[in-house]
């Protein structure tokens, strides 16, 4: 007895009509954006307004420290110094051989004094590692430093959403630009919505996800472009939303099966992955649903507002197998 395979379940032709629902789309994604827009600026208090900031742009204090040649239990650190009211916590190893170690991170609690508390993280650490622990190093994070990195991260996201808008423009038309672009705002808006509502901590590796999410969202995008601009070509009288929801038919399957695999592998890392990634984990798994909901009801509704101009050269069919002789 054969069977087929879990992915055949997947329609091969599809004929949904995405554009009927644009409207009712486009309103809701609107009212999201600015419901996430309220929860990350309110209230409006330095550096992170309404997001949980993390020890990077809060500021904080780091030891790093080293048990060389015994292996570093990140553990036992981790349930040490996970108890004394020091705010976001994070630790990490780092290095290989003579040079391995690993890292503490927390935040300072008000009221209390600095050198005090970095006195009982060593204890602390020392105790759980079962003692000959040797700290190498201790530093200060201050509001300034912070200031400067949370404002980096930010103009990192809109250089890279300003990149886009160029490599598109390039590639298709201004009018796909300006659609990848408003997907992309949406994208992000949203995924500062999710961060804010479950209060999840706001750091340098959010902002590396949130990058993340952006490319993804960009070549899903692309491929419905793609697809679009061939279809302009060849259906030259077909009026533009039918046009729009064929071509988004036609990669629906190719969008579903690369989402779901990317959401596979997310999951394991957030189940398996530890503490500090899964909150990676879970707004990668946001960011590519919408990215993929973006594409369909952000991106390609733009198109229809703006208008598109029509390829003067019909579309060349692709021939496969052997080259025809003359």
């Known amino acids: 007895m054969s069977f087929w395979p879990l992915i055949k379940i997947l329609p091969v032709k599809t004929n949904f009509r995405f554009v009927a629902f644009a409207k009712l789309a486009g309103a809701l994604s609107i009212l999201a954006a600015i419901a996430s827009l309220a929860l990350v600026l309110l209230p409006f208090k330095p550096p992170c307004g309404g997001l949980t900031c993390g020890i990077d742009f809060r500021g904080g204090t780091v030891l790093e420290f080293s048990t060389y040649p015994r ?50 993280i060593r204890q602390a650490v020392d105790k759980a590692l079962g003692g000959q622990v040797r700290f190498t190093n201790d530093a200060t994070v201050g509001a300034k430093v912070s200031g400067e990195l949370f404002a980096s991260g930010i103009t990192a996201l809109l250089v890279a959403i300003a990149l886009m808008l160029v490599y598109i423009w390039f590639r298709f038309e201004l009018q796909f630009g300006l659609g990848a672009v408003v997907a992309l705002f949406h994208d992000v808006l949203l995924t500062f919505g999710l961060i804010a509502v479950t209060k999840m901590e706001f750091s340098l590796t ?111 069919p692709i021939k496969f197998g052997a080259a025809s002789r003359p």
Request: cysteine-free.
């Open 71 to 120: 292996p570093i239990d990140l553990a036992a650190v981790r349930a040490a110094v996970s108890d004394k009211g020091l705010g976001d916590v994070g630790v990490q190893a780092f290095g290989e051989g003579p040079k391995a170690g690993a890292m503490v991170r927390f935040q300072n609690p008000e009221g209390k004094n600095a050198n005090a508390v970095k006195s009982e």
């Open 206 to 316: 959010t902002i590396a996800a949130i990058l993340t999410i952006i490319g993804y969202s960009m070549n899903d995008t692309v491929v419905v472009f793609d697809r679009l601009r061939e279809n302009l070509r060849k259906y030259k009288r077909m009026p533009l939303r039918e046009v729009i929801d064929l071509s988004i038919n036609e990669t629906l399957s190719r969008t579903i099966i690369t989402g779901l695999t990317a959401v596979l592998a997310l999951g394991g890392l957030a189940l398996f992955g530890g503490e500090a990634l899964f909150g990676f984990s879970i707004i990668m798994m946001f960011g590519i649903a919408l990215g993929t909901y973006s594409s369909i009801y952000v991106a390609a509704p733009v198109i229809l507002l703006w208008g598109v101009k029509r390829g003067e050269e019909e579309a060349t």
